[in-house]
């Protein structure tokens, strides 16, 4: 069974920094790609960034220069380093993984990942 736990979330200031981590467990992990997305109330879900098992990443613009992922496949654990915090950034902000990379290197796009964790409260204050 499939498990994806992140923490890390909570309140911070504009200019702030978080520092989101998932944990991945009955998954092999360093096989596959990552990849962590946000969902606003009212919008739609987004990827903020991804990373492939050979550490290559890749971020939307939005995001691009302030947040930074990374991966320590020793210990099954996703992350993601927030900085710069805007007040746009407030989301609950969720991992995820695929069932199989499928030929690509990472992905933003939700519909490549089948499993996800509960998600982490992201809320950013002007």
């Known amino acids: 069974q499939v498990q994806l736990v992140e923490s890390g979330g909570g309140s911070v200031q504009a200019g702030g920094s978080l520092r989101l981590s998932c944990i991945a467990s009955?998954?092999?992990?360093?096989?596959?790609?990552m990849g962590w997305f946000r969902q606003a109330p009212g919008k739609e879900r987004e990827g903020v960034a991804t990373?492939?098992?050979?550490?290559?990443?890749y971020y939307p613009a939005s995001v691009k220069g302030r947040f930074t992922i990374s991966r320590d496949n020793a210990k099954n654990t996703l992350y993601l380093q927030m900085n710069s915090l805007k007040p746009e950034d407030t989301a609950t902000y969720y991992c995820?993984?695929?069932?199989?990379?499928?030929?690509?290197?990472?992905?933003?796009?939700?519909?490549?990942?089948?499993?996800w964790g509960q998600g982490t409260q992201v809320t950013v204050s002007s």
């Open positions: 995820a993984a695929p069932l199989g990379s499928r030929g690509l290197t990472y992905s933003t796009r939700p519909d490549r990942y089948n499993y």
């Open positions: 009955g998954y092999t992990f360093s096989s596959n790609y």
């Open positions: 990373i492939s098992t050979g550490g290559s990443t």
